[in-house]
């Protein structure tokens, strides 16, 4: 069992990351970043070509970092590889070792670097959840014998924001039913957001982790809010003000993690490349 | 139907070069009621073509040019094709290569199909049918996500739509104040029903759809 599925199944607080995997083969910034994450979080999200813009194989970052004695989360996303790809991939995970496995659809490609690309989506994510389920049990989607069976920690996404907040939390089910044992989620600012999708979430057979957001600037708030994000008011006026504002949006983000921590089961940061600065929000916000 | 688009006319014209007499096909069908390859269409390549310079040999809009059995009677003892030296296809691509199983000559497309939709009204056109050789409609109160969903996903949605729209909704048309959005077609589907997102799809043969396409005999 992987040290991150452990985690999954105590009962202490569970505190994950994520960095994004370089376009291109230097991984000397990613490996500084992630030795400063080393022993602080549960386990490292490494993003498939996420935004659907091409970058190296987290695959490949994943193994990497394992072997720097990171705890990996391998993102698999529906978008690029059909059935037999996918099932190859997640194989090829169990063999380097890597057990944690997050499942999503992936960004759509025309919003991408590459959007001449042809879209894949062989599988949906609640599809891909119920095969890596299938190769746990020794055969493939064809129901033909594996020699050697994998296995895995399974999670899956949800967006607290989604509007009807109830269709979201009916995927979570069928996530869950299908095999997810945890969810990240997109970004939460808002409490009231947070609170109703907790309420709705508490009775879920798996770990939900929020997500807490770096932000960096007014200008990526009012995006973030413009995307359906729902930063509140106060919050941009207060990276308004601010003389730095990405000091301003870390308080931010030791705020909510202080708001939030005693009713969920743990916290994602997305710091968007200023991953250095984990340790110190997470020592601010008492974790 | 296949709804279509004309080429623009200096592609068109490229592909013309060299070829001095040129016959026009266009279609009484889907191109017709697209208004890319109907006679009104037709008309005005024939115009547009003579104006470049080029010899107009004869011009035709079949009823259904993709049907073997009509350009066999209407189009193939046409003497004029013998005087061209190609043929301008003003139908999708299925029209074309029917025609081209019966006729020799170089065929030049003028349109390009975009899918099998519906017409709102001509210049509005949705996509509405994979034609994925196993219809799923029943389940979904007769909405398709395989097609109408941008990700085809069958289990439900993904955490990308906002206010019931779709993540990849083209930005030149939000630029240009075209209020034409694609719907979130799960948005669509949980208003009338929650079935789906309680029931498991397991994933689409393919093999249904293989390419190079069927051959139905019966």
């Known amino acids: 069992m992987s040290r991150f599925s452990e985690r999954l199944k105590s009962k202490k607080f569970i505190i994950t990351c994520e960095i994004f995997p370089p376009k291109g083969t230097d991984l000397t ?77 992936g960004d759509h490609p025309t919003i991408g670097d590459h959007p001449e690309a042809k879209p894949v989506y062989d599988l949906d994510p609640v599809q891909l959840l119920k095969t890596a389920r299938t190769l746990e049990k020794g055969e493939d989607l064809a129901g033909r014998r594996l020699k050697g069976t994998p296995k895995f920690c399974l999670g899956a996404v949800a967006n607290p924001s989604f509007e009807p907040l109830e269709l979201q939390v009916l995927m979570m089910e069928k996530k869950v039913r299908a095999g997810a044992e945890f969810f990240q989620t997109q970004p939460i600012f808002d409490l009231r957001t947070f609170k109703d999708f907790q309420k709705k979430v508490s009775k879920l057979e798996a770990k939900v982790i929020i997500s807490i957001f770096l932000l960096k600037s007014l200008k990526m708030a009012q995006l973030m809010d413009e995307i359906g994000l729902k930063i509140p008011k106060e919050y941009l006026k207060r990276l308004e003000k601010a003389e730095d504002p990405l000091k301003e949006g870390m308080n931010i983000a030791v705020d909510l993690i202080k708001e939030i921590k005693n009713e969920c089961d743990g916290v994602h940061l997305m710091a968007l490349g200023k991953e250095e600065y984990i340790p110190e929000i997470l ?5 | 139907m296949i709804i279509s688009e004309q080429k623009p006319r200096e592609e068109i014209l490229e592909m013309l070069k060299g070829k001095e ?34 010899k107009i040999t004869g011009t035709i809009v079949l009823d259904t040019p993709c049907d073997e059995r009509i350009v066999k009677k209407d189009l193939s003892s046409l003497s004029s094709l013998k005087n ?96 034409d959005e694609i719907d979130c077609v799960w948005a669509l589907i949980y208003e009338k029903t929650k079935e789906p997102l309680k029931t498991y799809y397991e994933p689409r043969d393919y093999k249904k759809i293989l390419m190079p396409g069927r051959r139905v005999v019966r």
Do not use: W
């Open chain 2, 84 to 179: 061209s030296n190609s043929l301008l296809i003003m139908a999708c691509g299925v029209g074309l290569q029917t025609i081209g199983k019966l006729i020799d000559r170089p065929l030049i497309p003028a349109l390009n199909p975009l899918f099998a939709g519906t017409t709102e009204r001509i210049g509005r056109y949705y996509e509405y049918c994979s034609l994925c050789g196993d219809c799923l409609l029943d389940e979904f109160e007769g909405l398709c996500p395989l097609t109408r969903c941008a990700k085809g996903l069958l289990n439900g949605p993904c955490g990308g739509a906002r206010d019931g729209k779709c993540e990849v909704n083209p930005a030149p048309a939000r630029r240009s104040g075209v209020n």
């Open chain 2, 21 to 54: 007499k040129v016959f026009i096909v266009g279609c009484a069908a889907c191109a017709t009621k697209c208004q890319t390859g109907g006679e009104d269409e037709v008309k005005e390549m024939k115009r547009e073509l003579k104006k470049e310079g080029k």
């Open chain 1, 29 to 105: 910034n990613l490996l500084k970043k992630a030795k400063a994450l080393k022993g602080i979080v549960d386990g490292v999200n490494v993003t498939d070509s996420q935004r659907a813009i091409m970058r190296i194989s987290p695959l490949a970052v994943c193994h990497i970092l394992k072997e720097k004695g990171l705890e990996p989360i391998f993102q698999l996303t529906c978008r690029d590889r059909n059935r037999v790809a996918l099932q190859s991939d997640l194989l090829g995970a169990s063999a380097l070792g890597i057990e944690n496995i997050l499942i999503l659809s």
């Open chain 1, 283 to 287: 020592k601010r916000a008492n974790l």
